[in-house]
């Protein structure tokens, strides 16, 4: 049995080193380099420390990369999972005056936002991951056969 998180890891973090080697200019990669960057930091982060944190180090940008990614490769579970999540926990911070930062997110979030990302990110730990590092590996690396361009090409 193949070990699909290893195998996207190793794979997708070069679209990110590529996103680093840009300067984080996300327009000096292709549509399929952001998506690929955008669902690294997905996995990394999400793993890592979960939705919010995700959301408050990369922003909406990188989740719309990251969503455009999920319907591409067709995982309909996690990208609904991700888009409840964010419409119903995260969508109300988008024009509030009182952040100056995604990171003051946190600092207002309800006891009821916390329950709903706390079950998001168990969701991901126990159903989700192992499914979306196998769809995103093979549509990407297997499927399409992409692998990175250098930055000026």
């Not at 911070?93 to 990302?117: H, Q, S, V």
């Amino acid at each position: 049995m193949k070990d699909y998180d290893n195998l996207w890891d190793d794979y997708s973090i070069e679209f990110n080193s590529k996103l680093v080697d840009s300067g984080g200019d996300w327009s000096r990669l292709d549509e399929d380099e952001q998506e690929i960057a955008a669902l690294w930091k997905l996995y990394v982060d999400i793993n890592n420390g979960g939705f919010i944190q995700f959301f408050c180090n990369w922003g909406f940008q990188c989740l719309c990369y990251a969503m455009r990614g999920l319907k591409r490769i067709e995982d309909t579970s996690l990208y609904d999972l991700l888009d409840d999540t964010y419409c119903n926990v995260l969508d109300k911070f988008k024009n509030d005056t009182r952040l100056t930062a995604y990171w003051d997110i946190p600092e207002y979030l309800t006891d009821e936002d916390m329950e709903r990302l706390d079950a998001a990110d168990t969701q991901f730990y126990e159903t989700e991951c192992e499914h979306f590092t196998k769809m995103a590996y093979e549509y990407y690396r297997q499927t399409l056969k992409k692998m990175v361009t250098p930055v000026n090409g």
